[in-house]
């Protein structure tokens, strides 16, 4: 996923944000954060002049990581839920097993998977994920 915090659809992260509860006054208020704003850029001349931000979610905001866990979690949970990935023995009496089939941190992710076949399915899903 290229450009990860841009590409974060506002009305999918309000359907996120109303998935895990989030009480309605605070999901307005953050759909109001970031649908009224605008950005800058620096140039060789100076700043631009501002100019609205149509979607996606600032990277260098203090907010910003948990409303990306919270817009990523419904695929990882669909991966997670329709692909076996790698098993792992953990040595303890008695063993346990954990199962993996997706590993994240902000907009890295690693799709586990135990074959080609696989893989390429877990990734037809998280390409149209969204779409």
């Not at 290229?2 to 359907?15: G, Q, Y």
């Not at 001349?45 to 948990?66: A, N």
């Not at 346990?96 to 799709?111: F, G, P």
């Amino acid at each position: 996923m290229s450009k990860a915090f841009d590409s974060v659809n506002i009305a999918t992260l309000e359907k996120a944000l109303h998935r895990i509860k989030i009480p309605s006054t605070l999901i307005e208020l953050i759909t109001f954060l970031l649908l009224h704003r605008t950005n800058r850029v620096i140039t060789d001349l100076g700043l631009t002049e501002p100019y609205p931000v149509q979607d996606g979610i600032d990277q260098g905001e203090t907010f910003s990581p948990l409303l990306w866990k919270i817009y990523y979690d419904p695929l990882i949970s669909t991966i997670q839920q329709r692909y076996t990935g790698y098993t792992s023995t953990i040595p303890t009496t008695p063993p346990r097993e954990i199962n993996t089939s997706v590993m994240a941190y902000m907009d890295d992710s690693l799709w586990i998977a135990p074959n080609k076949e696989t893989l390429m399915d877990i990734l037809t899903t998280a390409t149209s994920f969204y779409s």
